[in-house]
C-alpha cells in the first residue's frame, strides 16, 4: 500500500513537472515570446554596432594622428 502511495506521488510530481514545462514552451512560442526574441536580438544587434562604430572613431582619430592630419573632434 505504502509503495503505490509513494509511485503515485511520484507520478504526480512528474506530471505537474510536464504540465510547466509545457505551459512555458508554449509560451516562448507563442507571438509574445517572438516579440521577446526578436526585440532581444534587435538590441543585441543595436549594441554591436554601436560597439563597431566607436572602434572605428577611435580607429580613425588614430590614424589622423599618426599621419599628422587634424583630429576631428
Avoid at 10 to 17: D, K, M, S, Y
Avoid at 31 to 38: E, I, K, T, Y
Wanted: without cysteine; aromatic residues 4%.
Amino acid at each position: 500500500m505504502i509503495k503505490r502511495i509513494f509511485w503515485v506521488g511520484i507520478g504526480v510530481a512528474i506530471g505537474v513537472i510536464a504540465v510547466r514545462k509545457l505551459s512555458e514552451a508554449q509560451q516562448n512560442i507563442g507571438p509574445a515570446g517572438l516579440n521577446r526574441a526578436v526585440g532581444r536580438l534587435s538590441d543585441s544587434v543595436h549594441d554591436f554596432t554601436d560597439t563597431v562604430r566607436e572602434g572605428m572613431g577611435r580607429r580613425e582619430d588614430e590614424l589622423r594622428t599618426a599621419l599628422g592630419l587634424d583630429v576631428k573632434n
